[in-house]
């Protein structure tokens, strides 16, 4: 199968970009491209694979959803307490439960979003503040640490299976998920026929509401998972972890060709995206680069992608360029 089969042509082009970085980095380091290095920077990102496939199908709606790194931290937390007060409760029955908290977390976003009417900024704005301000009050303004946790609650994102890291096998698993629910399913053609014309979708009987509360529950899904698996692999909970994560996801959704006009993006554009600065940020420390100028670096790549996404679809259609209307005629006004 030819690559031109397997990736758009700007998947392709940003698949080249990544690897030439990291060919770049491992000149001046040679030590980043040592294969444990590069599977520590694949375990790095799992968390923003995931996170980032979640908040595309977001996207692909026309929404967007600023409480996952709160709703991440909020499961986390309390399935830190959780394991506190349950030590011998089982890591599965730990994991269940973040997946299921994440979902109502999620859900409730949904349910504000498509059901009241309320724009998803707004929304999400909102629940990001209100989950941060309950971590304070279940938690009384504590940290939890590794003392806190029970062996078998840190043990599980630190293990292998069949050899790969289980962050990494966890994370190709999610991935394979959301190919096939946005490629091989009606709920996924649905999600991009609501993004790309909702009027249409409407009439071909596709349900835009349902699409809505759909994938912010499965968003807070995703981040109720990435909670417990963040916590248990650094050993902390507290108020502020993940803090401002959300926009590393999105720029991860920008860098990967989903339109934030919504019904554009693919899982593999999204998986490069978030590669990309899953590299960038692993990268520019070993290379002695000082936080400010990582900063300056990533805020220039999302705006590059800004303008190319842009660029992109107004070439394609998809944006109305300024200045052109529809002639006058039949008595309408110009």
């Not at 980032?52 to 996952?68: E, K, P, Y």
């Not at 994370?171 to 996924?188: D, K, Q, T």
Request: proline share 4%.
């Amino acid at each position: 199968m030819s690559l031109a089969a397997l990736f758009r042509h700007r998947d392709a082009a940003l698949a080249l970009i990544v690897a030439a970085l990291i060919l770049a980095i491992g000149l001046r380091a040679p030590v980043f491209v040592t294969p444990e290095s590069l599977i520590g920077v694949l375990t790095d990102t799992s968390f923003l694979f995931m996170l980032t496939l979640a908040q595309m199908a977001v996207i692909l709606t026309r929404g967007i959803d600023l409480s996952v790194a709160a709703n991440l931290a909020l499961t986390g937390m309390i399935a830190a307490l959780v394991s506190r007060a349950m030590p011998g409760l089982p890591v599965a029955g730990i994991i269940a439960l973040a997946v299921a908290l994440g979902a109502a977390l999620g859900a409730l976003n949904g349910a504000f979003i498509a059901f009241v009417g309320i724009p998803p900024i707004v929304v999400t704005l909102g629940t990001l503040s209100i989950y941060r301000g309950a971590i304070f009050l279940i938690a009384g303004g504590a940290w939890l640490t590794s003392k806190d946790m029970n062996p078998a609650f840190l043990a599980f994102p630190k293990s292998t299976l069949l050899g790969a890291p289980i962050l990494i096998v966890i994370a190709a698993l999610v991935s394979l998920f959301f190919w096939a629910l946005l490629n091989h399913s009606r709920i996924g053609r649905g999600l991009y026929a609501v993004g790309g014309n909702p009027v249409a979708a409407r009439y071909c009987g596709i349900d835009l509401r349902v699409q809505q509360f759909l994938v912010y529950t499965l968003a807070g899904a995703v981040s109720g998972l990435c909670g417990y698996l963040w916590v248990s692999r650094y050993g902390i909970a507290y108020t502020d972890i993940a803090q401002g994560y959300e926009l590393t996801i999105i720029a991860a959704c920008v860098i990967g060709g989903v339109s934030i006009a919504g019904g554009v993006g693919s899982v593999q554009g999204a998986l490069l995206g978030a590669l990309f600065l899953g590299v960038v940020v692993n990268a520019l420390p070993v290379i002695n680069v000082s936080p400010f100028w990582q900063m300056l670096i990533s805020g220039a790549v999302i705006l590059g992608a800004v303008v190319i996404n842009a660029r992109s679809e107004r070439r394609s259609g998809k944006l109305i360029l300024r200045g052109s209307r529809r002639p006058a005629g039949n008595g309408a006004r110009a």
